[in-house]
């Protein structure tokens, strides 16, 4: 089996949720020689994206309450 269709089946496996780093911990499980780089970049050439973290809410200050203003 091609390791391109290991990656993409223990990224399924997972729900989509897998990254790099748990992935090649799956492939040197079954005796794969990859590095988490290599993993990354078979990855993103299948266009496998794990979900992303939100971006954090922009944190302001309460009206009048900012500095420098009077």
């Known amino acids: 089996m091609e390791l391109g269709e290991r990656v993409t089946y223990f990224f ?6 897998y990254g790099s780093p748990r992935i090649t ?3 040197w499980a079954q005796g794969w020689k990859v ?6 970049e078979i ?7 794990g979900p992303q973290a939100p971006a954090p809410d922009e ?3 309460p009206a009048g309450q900012a500095e420098g203003i009077s």
Not at 12 to 17: C, F, V
Not at 43 to 49: D, N, V
Request: no cysteine; hydrophobic share 50%; glycine share 12%.
């Open 43 to 49: 990855m993103a050439g299948l266009g496998l994206r």
């Open 12 to 17: 399924r496996l997972s729900g989509d949720t």
């Open 25 to 27: 911990l799956d492939l």
């Open 59 to 61: 944190v302001t200050a």
């Open 35 to 40: 590095s988490v780089n290599m993993v990354a």
